[in-house]
């Protein structure tokens, strides 16, 4: 049961993430939000001040997506009891195949593009998590 659990929550996310691909997260949507976020503090910003940080927080969102995706396929990986090494290698693998994915998706989409360099910031994500499995199990296991 908590396979099927862990499953559903992966499918969810990455289901999540292809939405975020379509119109609803494109620079003309997100633009907006932003500078709501933006100005509820107190700063003075210049355009391009302000173009800089909309796409550093484009790109986080990217890392933040595929952090949590790598963290709910190693939570499933568990599941199976395969080696700490063999999980890491599946979550990055299949991190790296759905985000390729996505970017072709992006090329169908009126609003988006898709970019090679978005991939990096997606395997930049899932290689987050995996590390931070990597050294979480790494501690665990020399108690």
């Known amino acids: ?15 999540f993430i ?3 691909s379509t119109n609803i997260g494109s620079n ?3 633009i907006g939000l932003f500078e709501k976020i933006l100005y509820m503090f107190p700063l003075k910003i210049d355009d391009n001040l302000f173009q800089l940080l909309h796409f550093i927080f484009r790109k986080g969102a990217h890392i933040f997506e595929y952090f949590i995706l790598g963290i709910l ?8 009891r395969l080696k700490r090494n063999k999980i890491i ?7 790296f195949i759905f985000a390729c994915f996505d970017e072709v998706h992006q090329c169908f989409v009126l609003s988006r593009s898709g970019n090679v360099f978005d991939i990096g910031y997606d395997f930049v994500g899932a290689f987050f998590s995996s590390f931070l499995y990597y050294i979480l199990y790494k501690k665990k ?3």
């Open 89 to 95: 290698l599946i979550t990055i693998e299949i991190a």
């Open 28 to 30: 003309e949507n997100t």
């Open 141 to 143: 296991s020399s108690f």
């Open 18 to 20: 292809f939405m975020m």
């Open 1 to 15: 049961m908590k396979k099927i659990i862990k499953l559903v929550l992966v499918l969810i996310w990455m289901a």
């Open 73 to 80: 396929l190693i939570s499933l990986l568990k599941e199976y």
